[in-house]
């Protein structure tokens, strides 16, 4: 589907730089700078419209929230949702973000979450799934050692091949939810896609992995 450019959306995130970090390289190892209190730091890789990141952002003014989303015309509608979630302890980031190691500092997130990633379902692109060994070196270096990740689809191919992918990395499967909306998680906070999917009927899938000692 073809996005509809924004021409107002810099000026928009320019305006908005207490949500939206203007200069996230520059902030590596200093995340914490960021928000009013330092607690746990939990990233999301592709926030999309938002709703996730601001419904975890309300339901636990406990943790720092920091949402990455490399689409402009995207974040515009997240950074919205943020500011109607009047929450002080979720922050944007509006980059690609290939390599998170550039983002973050060794050890210094705490939880990550992987909502509804494109699949990639062609073979050749399989390098560019994030649940492919390169990109689970990155949350290896970036998580800290008890640190753990979230991962939420509807495309059962890219789950039964994220979790080989783990198992192979020598990660450890704390949960895997087949049908996470037959088990009425009353904490679980849906995204957009989940919701569109889950009114269709589809099955979500979730795990949550970390990495060995």
Known sequence: MRLRNKPWADDFLRENDHIVVQEPFAHKNEWQTLFPKEQPLHLEIGSGKGQFIAGMGKQHPDINFVGIERVKSVIVGAVKKVIDADTVNVRMVNEKAEDL???????????????????????RHEKRRLTYHTFLEQYQSILKPDGSITMKTDN????????????????RLEEVELDLHQLDDPLNVPTEYEEKFAEKGQPIYRCRISFKD
Request: charged share 25%; proline share 5%; glycine share 6%.
């Open 156 to 171: 059962k191919k890219l789950f039964e091949y994220s979790l080989i992918s783990f198992s192979q990395f020598g990660m």
């Open 101 to 123: 190691r550039e983002l973050f500092g060794e050890n210094e997130v705490d939880h990550l979450y992987l909502n509804f990633s494109d699949p990639w379902p062609k073979t």
